[in-house]
């Protein structure tokens, strides 16, 4: 069975190389939307693939991060990325060129992450991450499984070569949950109230 969760955020970005001229020369934004798709083959005790309220902690401060957000590739002009950070408190830099196909392949493996590092509690263990979908815009968006997430053929994304902005790390709940998801610590899913 799959169930889908639903986000929405406003980020801004340039996607180099791509065929558009207004796309890869120019700061644009988007009212992005992603969903999440999670499947389980049972149901855990409230007969349920994943609680939503389960969603609210980490899996929903990695998808703010990017919310009001300028979203860079590493592989830019070190004076345009150094310009971007001094002048906007919230910034995610990415190793990878900030398409939309990129947004969904990294979501998968973030919230991949915090998934197999969580310890469940209610009798969800084999819940899994199917796919994520990015709305870039009303009539397009992209798709990625894992799969896709893991494809090196796509760009290699390592986890431990995002960086987000200090102001991006200071309104999560933990501040420190990206350094300690690198780590490898275990979470054990938060009381759903």
Same mark, same amino acid.
Request: aromatic share 10%; hydrophobic share 40%.
């Given at each position: 069975?799959?169930?889908?969760?639903?986000?929405?955020?406003?980020?801004?970005?340039?996607?180099?190389?791509?065929?558009?001229?207004?796309? +890869?020369?120019?700061?644009?934004?988007?009212?992005?939307?992603?969903?999440?798709?999670?499947?389980?083959? +049972?149901?855990?005790?409230?007969?349920?693939?994943?609680?939503?309220?389960?969603?609210?902690?980490?899996?929903?401060?990695?998808?703010?991060?990017?919310?009001?957000?300028?979203?860079?590739?590493?592989?830019?002009?070190?004076?345009?990325?150094?310009?971007?950070?001094?002048?906007?408190?919230?910034?995610?830099?990415?190793?990878?060129?900030?398409?939309?196909?990129?947004?969904?392949?990294?979501?998968?493996?973030?919230?991949?992450?915090?998934?197999?590092?969580?310890?469940?509690?209610?009798?969800? +263990?084999?819940?899994?991450?199917?796919?994520?979908?990015?709305?870039?815009?009303?009539?397009?968006?992209?798709?990625?499984?894992?799969?896709?997430?893991?494809?090196?053929?796509?760009?290699?994304?390592?986890?431990?070569?995002?960086?987000?902005?200090?102001?991006?790390?200071?309104?999560?709940?933990?501040?420190?949950?990206?350094?300690?998801?690198?780590?490898?610590?275990?979470?054990?899913?938060?009381?759903?109230?």
């Amino acid at each position: 069975m799959i169930i889908r969760k639903l986000y929405k955020f406003e980020n801004a970005h340039i996607v180099r190389g791509c065929t558009s001229r207004r796309c +890869s020369r120019s700061i644009h934004g988007h009212s992005y939307k992603v969903e999440l798709l999670f499947t389980a083959p +049972s149901l855990d005790r409230g007969q349920m693939v994943y609680d939503f309220g389960l969603t609210k902690g980490m899996i929903k401060d990695f998808i703010d991060a990017f919310d009001h957000a300028i979203t860079l590739w590493s592989d830019d002009d070190p004076n345009y990325l150094a310009d971007m950070k001094k002048w906007s408190e919230r910034w995610v830099e990415l190793p990878v060129n900030p398409s939309a196909e990129q947004f969904a392949r990294t979501f998968f493996l973030l919230i991949d992450r915090v998934l197999e590092q969580t310890d469940m509690m209610n009798g969800e +263990s084999d819940v899994t991450l199917d796919s994520v979908i990015v709305h870039e815009t009303e009539t397009g968006y992209a798709q990625a499984d894992r799969n896709d997430a893991y494809n090196r053929d796509m760009g290699a994304i390592k986890l431990d070569k995002i960086i987000f902005s200090e102001q991006v790390k200071a309104e999560w709940h933990n501040p420190k949950m990206f350094e300690e998801l690198l780590e490898g610590k275990r979470f054990v899913n938060p009381s759903v109230v």
